[in-house]
């Protein structure tokens, strides 16, 4: 037990010393919000406080008080926090867990994938990362192309590679049934021993990134992998406090045809982004998941 906890502070320590210098700022947020992420798939832990009379929430991550300190002309900044989620459960999932994520000002999201691949090296002692777009891994594995196929397409995808069947969900969602496609069919055969980079993802997909104008459109997002454990997730991020509002708004539509509660957007975030978001690429990373690739804890099936 004492090596496990030697080894992850050292790799705290050496995620800190890779960030300090290149003169990225440490920063810390709170943890207790009054409002919480719209994301129709990630619920929040509500923590009532009796004697103020209120409810607030633990932050799922802290990216919207960490673009609020951007807006503010903090510069480059990271973070290394605890983050909440409730119904997260697992050998890789907990309802409370250790989040890095950091901002990177003028970067588009490739330099900010240069930089991750750079930070993984670093701690896993890694190859450089392998590189496809979202389009170009379904193609690979699947033989065809993720923007283009129908959902009849898709459904019959599903049989033919005998996918389990997950009750409540909607068989008729695109992007669900590219997401269970990519879990079981290509996720396992990513390579064990370098990370993997996806990017481009659907604009459906797009989340809090930009989407750019292609044909057809695609978010400047990416996922990194390795083997088949998910990483961290990144953005070339969204800057117009219009499109993210309406993207909240959207989130709360699905939220209630999903049958989730309904939540407050976060109007502090928002009025960050009226302020002015300068041009950025974030990324979040798990440091549980992190170590325990680190420390090879983690069997690959």
């Known amino acids: 037990m004492r090596d496990q906890l030697n080894a992850r502070a050292e790799i705290i320590a050496k995620i800190r010393h890779f960030f300090d210098k290149k003169h990225v700022l440490e920063v810390s947020t709170p943890l207790l919000s009054r409002a919480t992420v719209t994301d129709p798939h990630l619920h929040s832990i509500a923590a009532q406080l009796p004697l103020l009379h209120k409810t607030m929430y633990l932050q799922t991550s802290p990216e919207f008080a960490m673009k609020q300190l951007l807006a503010a002309g903090s510069g480059d900044i990271y973070q290394v926090c605890k983050a909440f989620r409730d119904g997260e459960k697992g050998h890789l999932h907990n309802p409370e867990f250790t989040i890095l994520e ?13 930089e991750m691949d750079e930070l993984l090296q670093v701690i896993l002692k890694c190859d450089v990362a392998l590189r496809y777009t979202y389009a170009d891994i379904f193609q690979r594995y699947l033989n065809f192309n993720p923007h283009m196929v129908s959902v009849a397409d898709l459904q ?51 989340m809090l990134s930009k989407i750019r104008n292609d044909n057809p459109p695609v978010g400047e997002r990416f996922e990194v992998y ?44 928002l009025a960050a ?17 992190l170590v325990m690739l680190a420390l090879k804890a983690i069997c690959f099936f």
């Not at 290509?186 to 996806?198: G, S």
């Open 102 to 114: 950091w901002y990177r000002v003028g970067f588009n999201y490739h330099e900010l994938m240069d």
């Open 156 to 206: 019959h995808h599903l049989v033919r590679e005998k996918l389990p069947d997950i009750s409540g969900m909607n068989y008729n969602d695109r992007d669900f049934l590219l997401q269970l496609l990519m879990t079981y069919c290509i996720e396992p055969k990513f390579d064990k021993h370098r990370p993997t980079f996806i990017y481009d993802y659907p604009a459906s997909q797009a």
């Open 226 to 269: 390795m083997g088949d454990i998910e990483l961290a997730n990144g953005f070339h991020e969204l800057t117009d406090a219009v499109e993210q509002r309406r993207r909240f708004e959207q989130d709360k539509i699905q939220r209630k045809a999903l049958g989730h509660p309904d939540v407050v957007m976060d109007e502090d975030f």
């Open 273 to 289: 982004l009226e302020k002015g978001l300068p041009n950025c690429a974030g990324v979040a990373l798990g440091i549980d998941r």
